[in-house]
């Protein structure tokens, strides 16, 4: 049985390299401040035959400068570099100076930065990230692309190996999402059938969990619907899965002001990872496909226990748009048993014991008589 690939959507966290000192960051400095550009830039460039405009800017760090800097400022500069290619791609990178015995640029006092402790006494450069509609690896591979772009634009050399080293393995991730989008008719059945009903009653009586269910039906049904799982909520409904996670229907509050024919007109549903609902705790870089593994098993695994059909070929349930393409994946995630069913045993077994619910009319949860 073929299933459907899924598509990130956002994705933030931060890399750390102390490969080459501060050079990266420096070389930017130097060509970005002063004559010509004055600390800002935007052009055009080409990158695997993908169009992008990149924008680049400088916003205040909180650093003091070093003596040894030699510069007329009283705070460091941070360079933000905003990719955006087709549709709604983007990748932006924050880059910054790390070095020893960091200080406040104002107070003077000794930072307390994770850099040292994680890497050590070193000169580096730190980039946080933020990527929309791209692959993980592809935000990192964008990333000395886009570095080149600007020195090719301002006439200088750079290191060829600026950021296409692995990142120090203290690097980490915050927030990752992927996604599918189905068609109206198939996600009215997803939240008729309650699914995530079903396995919020189904955590409800098992200690160790937390899980909060929203539901935001107002405007129209599927608007926002959304099932927030900490980590051992996520391990007691998937085998072996260790990360906090929010599962979420989306759909426009009003997809009619759209054509059907547009994408949009149809919900997304997506499953993101991210620090707040993994109990405050990033997690490394380099654990990513792991992630990406339990993402999209809990995706797949809540369609099937609905019965709704993974593959995309001829299935009807699928709608391409930009990012997402409705194409089988090459290598199906594993799909376990609907823990589900136990709930509505349970569920019947109290309601033919409550008084005034004699066997001859069991109600099972959901079937919309209340």
Known sequence: M???????????GRWKWPDWGRGPYDALSSVML???????LEIDT????????????????GF???????????????WDIVGRGRGERKASYNIGPRFPNMRHWESGERLQLPWENQVGEVDGVDVEFH?????????LELLPEFFGAIFDHAGERIHSEYFRTEPHPASRMWAYERYVRI??????KLSSAGVLQKVAHYLSDLEGVKAELHIDNQEIVNHQNRLFLNPTSAGELLPGHTYGRKF???????????????????PKVEVLVNKSMNDGEAWAWADRHEVTEQIEETLLNALHWEDIPLGPDGSGVYVADDHFDAVARDDPVELYEDPTPRLEAKTDHLLMTTPGHGRDRPRRFGDGRD
Do not use: C, M
């Open 131 to 139: 990527t929309s509609n791209i692959e993980p690896d592809r935000g």
């Open 64 to 78: 003091a400068p070093r003596l040894s800097d030699g510069i007329d400022a009283g705070r460091l500069y941070e």
């Open 248 to 266: 979420e229907i989306y759909q426009l509050a009003d997809p009619d002001a759209v054509s059907k024919d547009h994408p949009s007109y149809h």
């Open 2 to 12: 073929s299933q459907v690939e899924t598509t990130p959507h956002e994705i933030e």
């Open 183 to 188: 068609r109206r008719e198939w996600a009215e």
């Open 46 to 61: 080409e990158i695997d035959g993908e169009p992008w405009h990149l924008e680049v800017s400088y916003s205040k760090s």
């Open 34 to 40: 002063g004559p010509p550009f004055e600390g800002y």
